[in-house]
């Protein structure tokens, strides 16, 4: 597990999308008794995301917790610990959400682990199976070793596209400010403040404001090019 993980994070061209794909994919070919698999995302109580899926199954299942704002991958995610539903049809702990799951799926058993993100987000790592009783022990102890690999795989891709992110922003303000000095004959303090002005002016995050200058769309007197 943890050598896969190693081979996601050091292909180069890999970013926190395919990362999360992958880990996903891999989830489900590894864990015995899984037939799918799905990572939700909530960043507050009202919001549910799903990054990855392998199938139009687990999409749906977090399109009901939304609706209903319960379920077991959400309460993985919420409360930090591991939920197995054995079976959808007796176990009785989300009434909302097994009502419609049972009514528009298949799944009978899912097993969702919590995911530890970095930021504001809460996430779980989750299986499913169309057959009850689906998973047992095995399934549990390699499922939360999975999970703990996934998390650190995820942050580690995500702050890696932060970076390159933030370099990218880095290099068309210093683009930017050199046109400026060059045009208006100022320094870099005064161009950096011509560009904080024309951010603040027009309500436009200042690396936006930087690439239309730099791509022409946006003249320095902050009218469009």
């Avoid at 597990?1 to 061209?13: F, K, Q, T, W, Y």
């Avoid at 899926?53 to 749906?60: D, G, I, N």
């Amino acid at each position: 597990m943890a050598e896969l993980v190693r081979g996601l994070h050091n292909r180069p061209d890999t970013d926190s999308d395919t990362v999360v794909a992958e880990l996903a994919e891999h989830a489900a070919a590894r864990i015995p008794g899984a037939q799918y698999a799905g990572i939700t995302l909530t960043r507050n109580a009202k919001n549910v995301e799903t990054p990855a899926t392998t199938h139009h199954w687990p999409l749906l299942l977090d399109k009901i917790q939304q609706r209903h704002l319960e379920g077991p991958c959400l309460t993985a995610a919420w409360e930090e610990k591991t939920v197995h539903v054995r079976d959808l049809e007796t176990d009785d702990r989300f009434p909302n959400y097994r009502r419609d799951a049972l009514a528009e799926t298949p799944i009978r058993s899912i097993m969702a682990f919590q995911l530890f993100i970095a930021d504001e987000s809460l996430g779980a790592l989750n299986v499913y199976a169309e057959e009850p009783n689906a998973f047992g022990d095995e399934s549990r102890t390699l499922g939360l070793i999975f999970a703990a690999h996934s998390s650190v795989a995820w942050n580690s891709a995500r702050r890696e596209s932060q970076f390159q992110k933030a370099l990218a922003s880095r290099d068309v303000i210093g683009q930017a400010k050199g046109m400026i000095m060059e045009r208006y004959r100022v320094d870099a303090v005064q161009a950096f403040e011509l560009l904080r002005k024309l951010s603040q002016n027009s309500n436009v995050p200042l690396t936006r404001v930087a690439s239309d200058l730099v791509a022409g769309t946006l003249s320095p007197n902050g009218k469009a090019g």
